[in-house]
């Protein structure tokens, strides 16, 4: 075998030494990804499982135009007062919206496990055209809940 063989057959071997190496490299990197993708959806379903929240009541009162939630934690996550939302009829309102956030008469944004919160709003729902027939609440991790909306005069 000659020089011009050897050195043929050396420079396709260190190509192919290169191509595996590269190969190897995207694969690794590209599996990491995908698996630190699945541990986050992972994380994220039980996030959803151990969340439960209960609406205890909603009261819309019509003469001062006030809509009051009470939402219990039920399950075993800390939840933020911050990432809440409320659909009442065609409104929407996020925790900014409410005046008034308390969670076991302490206005605070960590609602534990069993604890209660209170959103009130007299401003938001004072623009409905209608009396507000339920109201869906969710919290941060997406778990909701429905209730109907009780209506009092006072």
């Not at 071997?13 to 490299?25: E, K, P, V």
């Amino acid at each position: 075998m000659g020089f011009g063989t050897s050195g043929s057959a050396f420079i396709i071997f260190a190509a192919l030494l290169l191509g595996i190496s590269s190969f190897y490299t995207a694969t690794a990197n590209s599996t990491e990804t995908i698996r630190e993708a699945q541990d986050a959806r992972d994380e994220h379903h039980r996030t959803v499982l151990n969340t439960g929240v209960n609406v205890t009541n909603a009261t819309y009162n019509t003469s001062s135009s006030n809509f009051t939630l009470r939402v219990t934690n039920t399950g075993e996550t800390t939840l933020s007062t911050d990432r809440v939302d409320a659909v009442l009829e065609d409104a929407y309102l996020d925790s900014s919206d409410f005046e008034r956030v308390t969670v076991d008469g302490q206005a605070t944004r960590v609602w534990h496990p069993g604890e209660q919160l209170v959103l009130e709003d007299d401003d938001t729902v004072a623009d409905l055209t209608e009396t507000p027939g339920r109201v869906k609440f969710v919290s941060g991790p997406g778990v909701a809940d429905t209730r109907g909306v009780t209506e009092v005069s006072a």
